[in-house]
């Protein structure tokens, strides 16, 4: 019977946590986008020029990006710059890969630009901002892995070339929750495209 409570317990705070994450992914800064079209498996948006965090590396891949990206922009993020100053995480973290390379970039807060912004401790990190651009995105839940994001990637490839949509760049992927957070994962990818409205 005491095992029982035990577990009990246990099964009550876990599902608190994971509660507690979810609630504070929902109140985390977003990146702003403006939904032109939604259809039933994907959308175009259009993104506007953001400050973003960059580290350049040489993975090809998610696995290879992943950890090592995160943590050094993480650690500027948490203090790890001139000023040691803390700066809000936002979501996505965005990561661009292919056979020549790949990046990773945190989205600033919007109140901040590049002048604003601390200087990062690691020289790798370059504060940058991004191109307007107008995308298509697919959306896919769980954890993300590189057979996933190869798979979403085509199936998005495929309904552009169905609908005669040109694609003027490479893909990203959008990564929008915590390691740690188990349930409710949201990912996407993302391609530029040529639209006109």
Known sequence: MKFIYISLALISIYIAFQSFIAVNAAKTEKQKYRLIQKEDRFEIRFYPSATIATIYSNATDYKGLA???????ASYIFGGNEQKQSISMTTPVIMSMSDKGSTMSFVMPEKYNTTALPIPNDKS???EKSKPVYVASISFSGYAT???????????????????????GEYSFLGYNAPYQFFGRTNEIIIPIEWKE
Request: hydrophobic content about 35%; proline content about 0%.
């Open 146 to 168: 590189d057979a996933k994001i190869k798979m979403y990637k085509e199936q998005l490839e495929q309904i552009l070339q169905g609908k005669h949509i040109k694609m003027t």
């Open 125 to 127: 990190i370059s504060i």
């Open 67 to 73: 950890n090592n990206g995160f943590r050094k922009l």
